[in-house]
């Protein structure tokens, strides 16, 4: 019989060293709070230049549009206005047209100073996105479309331009007052 498999002593376990294992430990945890210190910013390397140009180019063709707009608008209403005019000077007109046509000019007729101010308006503040300094060049961009429809219409417009460049005016001083109070 072999006694050796009874009496010899295995070591069916490793012992663990405490010291390495409390280091590690230690590493981790400050690891850990050296990420908890913050986000670090690190400027991006993408080059801006070309997303900032093309938003002033969007922002110049806003404002094109918002002129041109007003000087067909005005040119247009100032016809109209004249149309009428001339219409009692030069013609007979029969009663139906010179019906449609003051209706036209009319204060809630589709060519009266209401009607035209709130479309001139709605398209700035649209163009604008409700931006403050935006509407400012909105306002600067009616102005002018308002000054090259007088010139292009040769003398000074008729009163019922005059009254909607006002109406205009009005809404965008109440729209700034608005926003300077909230």
């Known amino acids: 019989m072999n006694l050796n498999g009874i009496t010899s002593a295995v070591n069916t376990y490793s012992s663990y060293n405490t010291k390495t294992a409390k280091k590690e430990d230690a590493a981790n945890t400050n690891a850990a709070t050296s990420d908890d210190k913050g986000v670090i910013y690190e400027p991006s390397t993408i080059d801006r230049k070309a ?6 180019a969007d922002a110049e063709q806003r404002t094109s549009q ?3 707009l007003v000087e067909e608008l ?4 100032a016809g109209k206005a ?19 046509a003051q209706e036209d000019i009319s204060e809630d007729g589709y060519w009266g100073v209401k009607q ?13 996105g409700g931006d403050q300094d935006k509407m400012e060049d909105m306002l600067n961009a009616f102005k002018e479309g308002f000054n090259q429809a007088t010139k292009a219409w040769g003398e000074k417009l008729p009163d019922i331009c005059g009254n909607t460049y006002d109406a205009v005016l009005e809404k965008f001083e109440a729209y700034k007052n608005s926003a300077v109070e909230a």
Not at 51 to 56: G, L, P
Not at 74 to 77: A, D, E, F, P
Request: net charge positive; proline share 2%; hydrophobic share 40%.
């Open 51 to 56: 997303i900032v140009a093309q938003m002033k």
């Open 66 to 68: 918002l002129r041109s």
């Open 74 to 77: 005005m040119t247009t209403q």
């Open 82 to 100: 004249n149309t009428l005019a001339d219409l009692f000077r030069n013609l007979k007109p029969d009663a139906e047209t010179i019906k449609q």
């Open 116 to 128: 035209t101010s709130d479309r001139i308006f709605e398209f700035a503040k649209a163009l604008s």
